[in-house]
């Protein structure tokens, strides 16, 4: 919450030195990252699958890790990009989050204004030269209507019934497109888990770092609930088939 | 004696009074009233002006009532310019809550705001305080609609009908008496209340009539605002010289010298 700045006389306050901004003498490069995030509006809310992992460069570092969080009660956000970076803004969104708890007024803040608050520090950062190296995807209930957002390291904002980020964007989105737009209240939670799945299958088949366990999420009425993690049936038959591979 | 304790807001009297606060008070029930009546379908405000003249260019610019926010709209009563800065405050910390969340800022949490920078001036900077007192009626989601009367001390409370400024005690009284309240036990999260707009324009113009010392209540001596619902949205009208002069017209029973008194 920030305070009114009360101009007091110079007798009570001094005034408040100007601000130096210097230019930037670090670079900016993700370390530790997570790859796509796949999301779309369903029948009764929203759904959003990310693989469990975290790679360090081209391993696979961290594999049982979780790139997506519940915020408040009403809103799922997703990262791909640099995990230190995800763990300042769900460290950030916590105080927020605490901040509106003392006050103790009966609001809550719903998913529009996270997704405003997380797009404000995004778009502040890049302004300073020093930007959270993610791209999230905020999704949610908001006084009955489904709002799904992307905000990316430029402060790039848009809201779509399909959202995918990173390889998801290009092989994921044209499958969310097909299935998904246009039937966005009729798809049931089955019909969901089974586009959900097929796009996370065409990215475990392309994307190389990508990692076959994988946890999905949903947002309804009823609340965030993000699943265990679970894998997904594959079928390397025609690999034999692909000149190169193998030792023949 | 008061008068050794007079000269700085921060300081206590010996009884434990803020003279400086108490004096802020005086000045504003000398002010114009100003009444709100909680409805469970918006709020009137109504205002009495005490700059009349023929001279005046009333058309243009409002001397007592002010929309803070699309949500939000306000009955000064006291030192004009005071309230001007507060507006100005109040209308800034709105916006900011807008462009921080997209969601329009609850109502409580900017009267909260507003009363803090009040209060702010009864304790440190041996600034006096405001010499204005608001009646703020809004509308957000979670609460419906909601009266909210702040004084210079900072203090600020919810009411379902609140009167500021001169004769403001006469208006209350009449207030309790003639307010419909609601007895049953389940009321929604919105204003437990059994009043409906028409009852409380009439009520309005009732409180006015008894309060305001001229001969005749005419638009010209008047500001009239309401704030409904209108596609479950908020919806703040400000009336003109000509629907206040409907109104007066439309209640003109409960306003003329009753016979049946």
Known sequence: MDSITLRLPHTVERPAEATNYEPTTRISQPTVTGTSVVAFKYKDGIMMATDCLASYGSMARFRDETRMTAVGKTTLLGMSGDTADFQHMKHTLNNLLTQEYDMDDGQNLGTRSIYKYISNIMYGRRTKIDPLWNSYVIGGIDNGEKVLGFVDYYGTTYQSPTIATGFGAHLAQPILRKYVEGHEDEITEEDAIRILDDCMRVLYYRDCRTFNKLRRAKVTAAGVEISEPYALETNWNIAEYVRGYGPF | ?261
């Open chain 2, 1 to 261: 004696m008061a008068r050794r304790y007079d000269s700085r807001t921060t300081i206590f009297s010996p009884e434990g009074r803020l003279y400086q606060v108490e004096y802020a008070m005086e000045a504003i029930s000398h002010a114009g009233t100003v009444i709100g009546i909680l409805s469970k379908d918006g709020i009137v405000l109504a205002a009495e002006r005490q700059a009349t003249s023929n001279l005046l260019e009333q058309s243009i610019g409002s001397e007592k009532i002010y929309e803070m926010n699309d949500n939000v709209v306000a009955g000064v009563a006291g030192l004009t310019a005071d309230a001007n800065i507060l507006i100005n405050q109040s209308r800034i910390i709105a916006q900011r809550y807008l462009q921080k969340y997209d969601s329009p800022i609850p109502v409580e949490q900017l009267v909260r705001r507003l009363c803090d920078m009040k209060q702010g001036y009864t304790q440190f900077g041996g600034l006096r305080p405001f010499g204005v007192s608001f009646l703020c009626a809004g509308w957000d989601s979670a609460f419906g609609f909601q009266l909210y009367q702040s004084d210079p001390a900072g203090n600020y409370s919810s009411w379902k009908a609140a009167c500021i400024g001169e004769n403001f005690s006469n208006a209350q009284s009449i207030l309790k008496q003639e307010y419909k309240d609601d007895d049953s036990e389940g009321s929604s999260s919105t204003a437990g209340t059994q009043m409906t707009m028409d009852d409380a324009l009439k009520l309005t113009c009732l409180v006015l009539s008894k309060t305001i010392d001229t001969a005749k209540l005419t638009s010209e001596k008047l500001e009239f605002a309401t704030i409904t619902l209108k596609n479950n949205k908020p919806h703040i009208h400000i009336y003109t010289s000509d629907e206040i002069d409907q109104v007066l017209t439309k209640y003109d029973s409960v306003i003329k010298p009753s016979n049946n008194d």
